[in-house]
């Protein structure tokens, strides 16, 4: 009997100690996912003066856009005396990077040498394989237009205690004010697009506008609002250290009454105050069809796309290898895509401040012709005593304001990132996952209300977004935590989408994709898996977190719901063809081709139908 029992104990005793393992690797996997962080890595506070009269750093051509354009490429040649295998070429801007003074979170902290992190760097061996023998090498840098000038540093003695070898020459474009990047968004009404660019003018050098009207018609100039913020309005650090960088000033114009479906031209301009005027190129968009329009539109959702160096450059968070082929594929199939919603964590910049820049200039082909609709992640909101509801510092003390700022959305309160949207056929509810949704919460309500408020038989497909899993999934953090999803979530969440008859949930922050049955109460409600007809019965849940950043692993346990899993990069895209067929699609970023995907054809009255707690209980009585 003891030897039964102790054998009873010494089984349990060993599941625990695999579940505490298993546990324990799927926490460091989730921190693993999100890479390691070269910039982060660089102790630039430590740097130290090594400067070397016989060293050098050469950077041409000297002046960049001389034809309007806001990226071009550098040539960097570099020579050391003393060359070392962890020598390195940081990129700077602005170029004079060295400060007797930097502000300090902590007063007892004395101020570095060096204030500001490279906005990107590279090994001198990079593509000089001769150069820990010769002490040369060279390398060719992409830089985008970004409101300063550049530097380029040679530096020894590797990232932890780095020494200052040599500086280069300055290189700049040769308006570094000009206004860019410019990203679309639509209004709080249909029949209104926002658009919101960068520049380095302020209000008080220059009146920023927008040049625009129906294409080939007449063209009128509306003024822009301008936004900016300061050191002290982000949260922490390294937001307000060593990733501060001055963001410039953000414009945003609401280009109203627009024609549905019409083609628009808009140039981004400013009048200088000597009567002079600064213009962009030309750019073109499609207004949103009416709500309840009957006309093909396409919608491509992904989240946590991240950003790359087409240089090959590392950088701040430098682990989302995927994310120069969603945004080149994007770019590729520009034609057949409306409307792009990217549902949180948008590119890891935790607090470099300069990354927003590289990043919009990544997606500039795209965020510039479509509207571009974010949602709220945990890299772009969490910070401890601000009230997100998750009290972590992924933010990088970022705390919101870049994303609020840098981007346009419809909701009532910039600070509460939950909205609704239409888009013809589609009504789209954005939820923010990174403040509180729980029943009775005010983002609570603001969900049941988008829910509830949709005309079903004009826009028949209702979608629900969010960037943490709200509803299913397998990966294996959420299933060692036994909730399969964000705990609470469904528990909280899951009668307002069986109520209002939700089609489809997506949603990012697990790197992977995956689709479940349609499901209420962990139950399939239909067994079918590729074409769905008639009455829907629970909610398709998906998990589109794998368009850029680190693939995270799914658990090996089998569950049910799950009909599709995919570790690898990829989007969604959906296609409302009319009131009564839609098409899903998953495509992987590599070569685009679709993967995944299923048909839902239906007619209004499948949606009134009741299915269980769909519609209100009733008696023998009523």
């Known amino acids: 009997m003891h030897f039964l029992f102790g054998m009873f104990v010494g089984m349990k005793g060993l599941r625990m100690i695999m579940w505490t393992i298993l546990l324990v690797l799927a926490i460091l996997h989730r921190a693993s996912s999100h890479g390691i962080q070269p910039l982060s890595r660089i102790a630039i506070h430590k ?20 034809n309007g354009q806001n990226t071009e490429w550098v040539t960097v040649e570099y020579s050391s005396p003393n060359p070392s295998m962890d020598d390195w070429i940081g990129v700077f801007s602005p170029a004079n990077f060295s400060a007797s003074t930097c502000p300090a979170e902590n007063p007892r902290v004395y101020p570095p040498l060096l204030c500001s992190a490279p906005i990107k760097f590279r090994y001198a061996n990079y593509t000089s394989p001769d150069y820990k023998v010769n002490g040369k090498g060279s390398l060719k840098l992409q830089l985008i237009n970004q409101r300063s000038d550049f530097s380029f540093a040679l530096f020894s003695n590797g990232f932890l205690n780095p020494k200052l070898v040599a500086v280069s020459n300055t290189v700049s474009f040769a308006n ?7 990203r679309l968004a639509q209004g709080k009404q249909w029949d209104e697009m926002t658009v919101t660019w960068t520049s380095g003018y302020g209000i008080d050098e220059a009146e920023p506008f927008v040049q625009w009207g129906p294409k080939g018609g007449h063209q009128q100039h509306s003024p822009a609002v301008t936004l900016t913020f300061e050191r002290s309005s982000v949260c922490g650090a390294p937001a307000r250290t060593v990733g501060w960088r001055d963001p410039g000033y953000i414009h945003t114009i609401f280009l ?12 981004l301009g400013h009048r200088l105050s000597n009567s002079t005027y600064v213009w962009s190129k030309e750019y073109q968009f499609r207004a949103s069809p009416f709500p309840g329009q009957n006309s093909l539109q396409r919608v491509v959702i992904f989240g946590d796309m991240g950003k790359d160096e087409a240089d090959g450059s590392n950088e701040y968070n ?8 969603t945004t080149k594929q994007l770019i590729k199939d520009l034609k057949n895509i409306d409307i792009v919603f990217h549902i949180g964590d948008i590119f890891y910049a935790n607090g470099y401040i300069s990354q927003w820049d590289q990043f919009t200039a990544q997606i500039e082909p795209i965020a510039s012709a479509v509207p571009y609709m974010l949602a709220s992640g945990n890299h772009e909101r969490d910070w401890p005593g601000t009230g997100s509801f998750y009290e972590n510092n992924d933010s990088g003390g970022e705390c919101g304001v870049l994303a609020e700022t ?30 509180d949704w729980r ?26 977004l969010a960037h943490r899993v709200l509803g299913y999934s397998s990966d294996l953090s959420y299933a060692v935590e036994g909730s399969f999803g964000e705990p609470m979530a469904k528990e909280n969440l899951q009668k307002l989408w069986q109520k209002y008859k939700v089609d489809i949930a997506i949603y990012g922050h697990a790197h992977n994709y995956e689709r479940t049955c349609p ?17 829907l ?6 998990v589109a977190g794998g368009a850029g950043a680190s693939l995270s692993p799914f658990t090996t346990l089998k569950t049910k719901w799950s009909l599709f899993r995919d570790y690898d990069y990829g989007f969604v895209k959906l296609t409302a063809f009319d009131h009564s067929n839609l098409l899903f699609e998953y495509k992987k970023s590599s070569d685009g081709k679709v993967y995944d995907s299923f048909r839902i054809s239906r007619d209004y009255r499948d949606i009134l139908a009741c299915t269980v707690d769909s519609c209100p209980p009733t008696t023998l009585a009523s």
């Open 519 to 535: 499901i209420y109460e962990n139950q399939c409600t239909d067994n079918e898996k590729r074409y769905y007809k008639g009455t």
């Open 318 to 325: 430098n682990f989302q290898r995927g994310s120069l082929n």
């Open 256 to 267: 109203k009454e627009l024609w549905p479906n019409r083609v628009y031209t808009y140039k």
């Open 47 to 66: 740097a130290t003066l090594a400067l070397d009269n016989l060293a050098y750093v050469k950077a041409s051509p000297t002046v960049l856009g001389l």
């Open 406 to 435: 840098m981007f346009f959305v419809p909701a009532e309160n910039r600070a509460k990132y939950w909205y609704s949207t239409d888009y013809g056929m589609f009504r789209f509810c954005i939820a923010d996952s990174e403040h």
């Open 176 to 182: 570094p004010n000009a206004p860019v990047y410019p």
């Open 537 to 542: 019965k629970g909610t398709i849940h998906v």
């Open 439 to 464: 029943e009775g919460t005010e983002q609570y309500k603001f969900i049941e209300h988008c829910l509830a408020s949709v005309d079903r038989q004009k826009q028949p497909w209702l979608v629900f």
